[in-house]
């Protein structure tokens, strides 16, 4: 495809900054848009001398204008729920006024548009694994709700933006995602359990340790969000990994590959916890073609590498 001139929001996050890679790799030029409250500088330290790259300093929640571009992936979000709830006005305000406002760059450029929805629309949810048509079964006032709604306002204005002005978008609810630059210290099960175990700490469990997720590597989710964006999908599309895993069987995988002897401690279920959590990726394999390849113990492995130079980073 020809070169594009391509905005990214949350570029200096995990994902963020993985998409940042990818879009490069294929000869895009790419702004890479970030208020720094979550994402991190180093993230983006290796594109410093690529003059494709810019790098812009921006809280998105003001209006703004990167001049005229051609994509608007907008992936600006605390993101772990540790984040979220630390930071829960400004995760509305991100997911509301923020979504807007590149919505608005969209709409003035005739530029196409992908958001990044989650798996959290479905709540603690009651159809499994999860389609997309599901609803979902969500607690609007729970220490979740300030993410959640947010993702879920967001996908109606996206769709509003689609429907009343025509903007090229597209939606994706991205599953647990995992990989190098996750942040170490984002208190997410992968990463607190890969700290934990280069530590010699004891691995926490929250609960009895039967909630499942699926997780994908970081790779399989941004081909898969990269083909969304080139498709003519408007509706949203689930991008993860089928493969589910209770967190107990999680822990003892995280145990495998660092070879760590630390044991499993029981720590209090926070509240609103979801229960299971697995895409059904029946759309995606069918309208983008794509399908996950990384199993859980081999992505585990190409993330040690960067879990142990976190460890010597983050006191
Ligand atoms: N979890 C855990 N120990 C930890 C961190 C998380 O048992 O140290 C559990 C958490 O309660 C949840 C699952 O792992 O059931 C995934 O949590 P995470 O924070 O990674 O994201 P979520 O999928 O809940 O958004």
């Given at each position: 495809m020809a070169s594009q001139t391509i905005l990214v929001t949350g570029a200096a996050g995990f994902l963020g900054s993985h998409l940042c890679d990818t879009l490069l790799g294929e000869g895009h030029t790419?702004?890479?848009?970030?208020?720094?409250?979550?994402?991190?500088?180093?993230?983006?330290?290796?594109?410093?001398?690529?003059?494709?790259?810019?790098?812009?300093?921006?809280?998105?929640?003001?209006?703004?204008?990167?001049?005229?571009?051609?994509?608007?992936?907008?992936?600006?979000?605390?993101?772990?729920?540790?984040?979220?709830?630390?930071?829960?006005?400004?995760?509305?305000?991100?997911?509301?006024?923020?979504?807007?406002?590149?919505?608005?760059?969209?709409?003035?450029?005739?530029?196409?548009?992908?958001?990044?929805?989650?798996?959290?629309?479905?709540?603690?949810?009651?159809?499994?694994?999860?389609?997309?048509?599901?609803?979902?079964?969500?607690?609007?006032?729970?220490?979740?709700?300030?993410?959640?709604?947010?993702?879920?306002?967001?996908?109606?204005a996206v769709m509003a933006y689609h429907r009343y002005h025509g903007?090229?978008?597209?939606?994706?609810?991205?599953?647990?995602?995992?990989?190098?630059?996750?942040?170490?210290?984002?208190?997410?099960?992968?990463?607190?359990?890969?700290?934990?175990?280069?530590?010699?700490?004891?691995?926490?469990i929250y609960g009895d340790g039967s909630q499942t997720r699926s997780f994908c590597f970081v790779s399989d989710l941004i081909d898969g969000i990269v083909r969304l964006s080139r498709s003519s999908e408007h509706l949203p599309?689930?991008?993860?990994?089928?493969?589910?895993?209770?967190i107990l069987e999680c822990a003892k995988e995280v145990l495998a590959v660092t070879g760590s002897s630390s044991e499993i401690v029981r720590k209090p279920l926070p509240p609103d916890d979801p229960t299971r959590r697995r895409p059904d990726i029946t759309r995606a394999r069918n309208l983008l073609g794509w399908e996950p390849r990384i199993p859980l113990r081999e992505g585990l492995q190409r993330s040690l590498e960067y879990f142990r130079s976190s460890v010597a980073v983050v006191a």
């Open positions: 790419v702004i890479g848009a970030d208020n720094l409250s979550t994402g991190k500088t180093a993230n983006l330290e290796h594109l410093s001398s690529e003059p494709r790259f810019r790098f812009l300093e921006q809280d998105i929640t003001r209006p703004f204008d990167p001049g005229k571009v051609d994509y608007v992936f907008n992936l600006a979000s605390p993101a772990s729920p540790v984040d979220y709830t630390r930071l829960g006005i400004e995760t509305l305000q991100v997911g509301s006024v923020g979504t807007f406002n590149t919505l608005e760059i969209a709409r003035k450029y005739n530029a196409g548009y992908l958001h990044a929805s989650t798996s959290e629309c479905y709540g603690d949810p009651e159809v499994h694994p999860q389609v997309e048509t599901y609803w979902g079964n969500v607690n609007p006032i729970g220490p979740r709700s300030v993410y959640d709604e947010a993702k879920r306002f967001s996908e109606a903007v090229n978008t597209h939606l994706v609810r991205i599953f647990n995602t995992y990989g190098p630059r996750l942040q170490a210290n984002d208190g997410r099960v992968i990463s607190n359990f890969m700290m934990q175990a280069l530590r010699g700490e004891p691995l926490t599309v689930n991008i993860g990994n089928p493969d589910e895993w209770t």
